[in-house]
């Protein structure tokens, strides 16, 4: 089934450990997200990527980073986690802005920060 | 700044009721906005996709509007069923070269059997 595919779904990790959030697409989208999802705040995107090779920042991108070395696949990585990154994790990914760009998200990965 | 505002935060119907989601914006700047519902532990799910040029897109038991000069879309749901129970939020993509969709907090809708 096409889509998007986030891995791991949930994950309880340290304060100060490293950890890389997993996304997958098989839709040949240009443009990959993450997003944050937060009570009260909603969603907050953190990087993108409008082709593969490219990156750019969000509204709340410090802690983060990403990369995409093809057109598949966008890694969000924690380099060193803290608790304020707890929160629950969206891919997603459109075709991009001059091509009607639905946005397709995955599942989430819910990451618990202690 | 685009900010997006959709009140209320909450609406709870009987089963049958036709009813209207509304989502404001502040800026008419804007390439096309969404609305996507979102069910509990889940990712969000696209419905409709207005373009700045449309007024409105239908898709089944679902119509939305865009009033782009007044800053203002909603989501008209008839027939309301116990299955349309969910969150729904609306996104715009601002102008202005920006790969970035900004989105409203979302009006978690349950609809009463």
């Known amino acids: 089934i096409a889509g998007i595919t986030q891995a791991p779904t949930s994950q309880i990790l340290a304060a100060g450990r490293r950890m890389t959030l997993r996304c997958t697409q098989d839709?040949?989208?240009?443009?990959m997200y993450w997003y944050r999802q937060d009570l009260g705040l909603g969603l907050r995107l953190i990087h993108y990527?409008?082709?593969?090779?490219?990156?750019g920042k969000g509204e709340v991108p410090d802690g983060y980073s990403v990369s995409r070395a093809n057109t598949d696949d966008f890694p969000l990585t924690l380099a060193s986690a803290v608790p304020s990154q707890t929160s629950v994790y969206f891919c997603?990914?459109?075709?991009?802005?001059?091509?009607?760009?639905?946005?397709?998200f995955g599942s989430g990965t819910q990451l618990s920060v202690l | 700044k685009q900010e997006v505002t959709q009140i209320p935060a909450a609406l709870s119907v009987p089963e049958g009721e036709n009813l209207v989601l509304n989502c404001s914006f502040t800026?008419?700047?804007?390439?096309?906005l969404q609305w996507f519902r979102q069910d509990p532990g889940k990712g969000l799910t696209s419905l409709l996709l207005?373009?700045?040029?449309?007024r409105e897109q239908t898709s089944g038991r679902l119509n939305a509007s865009l009033d782009k000069s007044s800053g203002r879309s909603t989501l008209y749901i008839a027939a309301s069923q116990p299955g349309d129970s969910a969150t729904y939020l609306c996104?715009?993509?601002?102008?202005?070269?920006?790969?970035?969709?900004?989105f409203g907090k979302g009006t978690k809708l349950t609809v009463n059997p």
């Open positions: 990527s409008n082709t593969a090779g490219t990156t």
């Open positions: 839709m040949r989208h240009n443009a």
């Open positions: 997603a990914s459109s075709a991009g802005l001059h091509k009607g760009e639905k946005l397709f």
């Open positions: 207005i373009q700045s040029s449309q």
């Open positions: 800026d008419s700047a804007i390439y096309n």
């Open positions: 996104a715009v993509r601002p102008q202005g070269g920006s790969e970035k969709l900004v």
